[in-house]
């Protein structure tokens, strides 16, 4: 029975996201399903003491278990239980899992300006590339030195080209002729090739003092040119952008027409939506929306990739809330529908929110309902989800 890992220096942009949950709500149809994220991407951070919960234990065969999907994504639990993460990254290679997402916390890694340290993070991508996972890196997070502080959100850098340099210093150290595999010629070269910028700009939260498309843009097109520059044929993905109803908030279809409004379009190879819906056909007839207003804004080529999905199976009541028996029928036919329709939408794949459920965190230490959209439960006991998806994903790719 081993504990919740420590993890590094700063709050989890997570706890954040407890603001926005507060006020979470769907919206079907024409307007796009979803609300807001469930829990955002964990940055490293103390965990509170309070957070312990037994880590699912991949014995045997399983800790060396080997990537076989390639669709399919689960998120950074192998960051969070970072002293067990070659058998949660083995069992979630085992599951069918083929990409894991994970918060490249800016904040963390430059630690004086210019002065970049990814030696946590090498220990991780040693793991992640013994069991051939791909990486998207979330890359998230301003350090003080490069713009404004704040206990209950986060503001973008002052200056973009801060953020471009920093993610050029990431495909340098991880990308196709990365420094981090000639200096470990033993670790199988599993390079990162897709970068996502940012996390959810169009909700306060994560984009003070107030979201802004055209501002958004101006990030990805600083990043875009320098990851291009390290690497030409790198995706550059845009943040998960969630359908949110919350104030303050800027509505789905509104942020993107902005950012195409803004000719963000030549910034990015790959749009993401954080697609929470009610239903698996939800979620697959709002990527059909979304293809439509892509196409009448002029973007016939890009790929559109769902970086959060999920369902919740405890806390309080909530319309994506539906139990152990709702969660483990709507995820597959979530993946399978997806995939079916990779080639009509142009589908690059989902990720699926989360692995194993989350317990609250402070200050407030409430709960909800995205505490509870993992595939093991906080005990480390397997839900139905778990076999399911398990039964599916492995053969999307």
């Known amino acids: 029975m081993l504990g919740f890992a420590q993890m590094l220096r700063r709050r989890p942009i997570h706890a954040f996201a407890a603001l926005a949950l507060a006020g979470s709500a769907a919206v079907v149809g024409a307007t796009a399903a979803g609300g807001d994220s469930a829990v955002a991407p964990r940055a490293v951070a103390a965990a509170p003491a309070a957070a312990s919960q037994n880590v699912p234990q991949a014995t045997g065969a399983g800790c060396k278990a080997r990537r076989r999907g390639g669709f399919v994504g689960l998120g950074d639990d ?28 800016w904040a963390a890694i430059e630690t004086s300006p210019g002065v970049y340290d990814f030696s946590r993070y090498d220990i991780w991508m040693r793991s992640a590339a013994s069991h051939r996972m791909r990486v998207l890196p979330i890359l998230f997070g301003t350090p003080a030195f490069h713009g404004r502080q704040s206990s209950t959100g986060s503001y973008p850098p002052s200056d973009m080209g801060a953020y471009a340099r920093f993610a050029a210093a990431a495909v340098r150290r991880y990308g196709p002729n990365g420094s981090f595999f000639k200096e470990n010629p033993s670790v199988p070269k599993v390079a990162i090739r897709s970068w996502q910028i940012w996390n959810e700009p169009n909700l306060p939260v994560y984009w003070l003092p107030r979201p802004n498309a055209r501002e958004y843009v101006a990030m990805l097109r600083a990043a875009h040119g320098a990851i291009k520059a390290v690497d030409r044929r790198a995706e550059v993905v845009t943040a998960g952008i969630p359908a949110s109803l919350l104030s303050g908030a800027i509505r789905f279809k509104t942020f993107i027409r902005g950012m195409y409004k803004a000719k963000g379009a030549r910034y990015f190879e790959t749009l993401a939506p954080n697609a929470y819906g009610k239903t698996a056909q939800d979620v697959i007839r709002n990527m059909g929306d979304l293809r439509i207003l892509m196409k009448g804004s002029g973007d016939r080529r890009e790929k559109i990739w769902i970086t959060e999905v999920g369902w919740g199976t405890g806390g309080p009541r909530h319309r994506f809330n539906i139990g152990e028996r709702g969660q483990a029928a709507q995820i597959p036919k979530l993946l399978r529908g997806v995939h079916r329709a990779r080639g009509r939408l142009r589908m690059r794949g989902v990720v699926y929110f989360g692995w194993q459920d989350l317990p609250p965190y402070g200050p407030a230490f409430k709960d909800m309902w995205g505490l509870h959209t993992g595939l093991f439960k906080r005990n480390g006991g397997a839900k139905p989800a778990y076999g399911a998806f398990k039964r599916v994903a492995p053969r999307l790719r």
């Open 78 to 105: 192998s960051w969070v239980h970072f002293a067990d993460r070659d058998c949660v990254l083995g069992l979630q290679a085992k599951a069918g899992a083929g990409v894991v997402r994970i918060t490249f916390n």
